[in-house]
């Protein structure tokens, strides 16, 4: 077992969950419940799976979280993408449409 309080990707990253959740707050109203809720989840799974892995006993297991952690971290990188492609549509679809 190692102590997930010394490793830097798990302080790293509980630094990345707070700046997450400051910046969520700004998002729409109407994102909270699909979108900010997806896109916290995924940020704090990264830590919890470091810490997890750090637990377990063979580095084996370790790894498998590590690699979970990624896997989040990717997750997280793709849904702000994901926002912007939904602010663009909501944009074109609640603009007044001239009919000149």
């Known amino acids: 077992m190692r102590p997930h309080h010394r490793l830097e990707a798990w302080s790293k990253s509980l630094e990345l969950v707070t700046s997450v959740c400051r910046r969520t707050e700004r998002f729409p109203k109407e994102e909270k419940f699909g979108l900010t809720s997806q896109i916290r989840r995924a940020a704090i799974s990264i830590p919890a799976n470091v810490a997890e892995g750090a637990g377990r006993r063979s580095p084996k297991e370790f790894v498998h979280f590590l690699s ?4 989040s971290a990717s997750e997280l990188e793709t849904e702000p993408t994901d926002l912007a492609t939904r602010t663009r549509q909501h944009s074109r679809s609640s603009s007044p449409v001239s009919n000149t």
């Not at 979970?68 to 896997?71: E, R």
């Open 68 to 71: 979970n952690s990624q896997g």
